[in-house]
């Protein structure tokens, strides 16, 4: 079984739909974050967590609020659906206690298109 | 200017062959740098650190020239499983998360 799981694998909806986008992981590992990915443009942080208290905006938060429910899961919510949010969503861990700082795990991606 | 960036590619290269790619980045401050490998619509993988000293995998050859402030990977007679697209990683300006470029794509031709 995966390490990272995301569900939906893939999604499609309209603009102004709230979806959620959901993360969970058998790692064991505090750190876990949510990315965004567009052509061309790499990976871009949307949100990260070190923690199940730890909530942290990252580069593209805007439109987008996230929820740590427990060490294992973290979900990425879209309140509003728009079109520019279509893109391949990326959910990661790392621990860098054990695995060094660089290390990352990524889930296996959500493609969420907006209509 | 992006704080990482990369050439986009791809590059396209016959198997056997010798290829090479950079990274740039432009927080002359940072610290931890990485290569990640990502197939095609597959999840990002770490394909190595990269050590002031360089570093070597195998046909992977990762260096840091922090004067000019880039690092290279350099892929040794080529196979056709090594076409993916290659992502550079920093650690950001903040020092807790990676930046990553935008991914150079390769393709190993017959």
């Known amino acids: 079984d995966a390490d990272v799981t995301q569900t939906p694998r ?3 909806t309209k603009t102004g739909k709230r979806i959620m986008l959901e993360c969970s992981q058998t790692k064991g590992h505090d750190r876990m974050y949510w990315y965004r990915q ?17 909530i942290n905006k ?3 938060s805007d439109g987008y609020s996230v929820s740590r429910q427990a060490q294992a899961k973290f979900s990425l919510s879209l309140e509003s659906a728009i079109p520019n949010q279509t893109a391949l969503y990326f959910c990661a861990t790392s621990d860098p206690k054990t695995s060094g700082f660089g290390t990352q795990y990524f889930g296996p991606g959500t493609r969420l298109t907006v209509l | 200017r992006k704080e990482v960036e990369q050439d ?7 198997e056997g062959a010798t290829v090479a790619f950079n990274c740039t980045y432009s927080n002359s ?5 990485f ?3 990502q197939d095609c619509r597959k999840e990002p993988k770490l394909l190595m650190s990269v050590y002031s000293s360089g570093n070597e995998d195998g046909r992977f050859t990762a260096q840091l ?14 196979k056709l499983s090594d076409s993916a697209t290659y992502l550079c990683a920093v650690n950001s300006v903040a020092g807790n998360m990676l930046t990553f ?8 031709k017959p």
């Not at chain 1, 567009?38 to 730890?54: A, E």
């Open chain 2, 35 to 37: 290569w990640y490998r």
């Open chain 1, 38 to 54: 567009d052509p061309g443009l790499g990976l871009r942080l949307i949100y990260y967590s070190f923690d199940v208290k730890d």
């Open chain 2, 101 to 108: 470029g935008g991914g150079t794509r390769l393709m190993v």
């Open chain 2, 8 to 14: 986009p590619g791809p590059f396209n290269v016959p």
């Open chain 1, 10 to 12: 893939n999604r499609i």
């Open chain 2, 29 to 33: 401050a940072s610290q931890s740098f």
């Open chain 1, 58 to 60: 990252g580069e593209i």
């Open chain 2, 65 to 78: 020239n922090r004067a000019s402030q880039y690092i290279s990977l350099l892929i040794r007679d080529s």
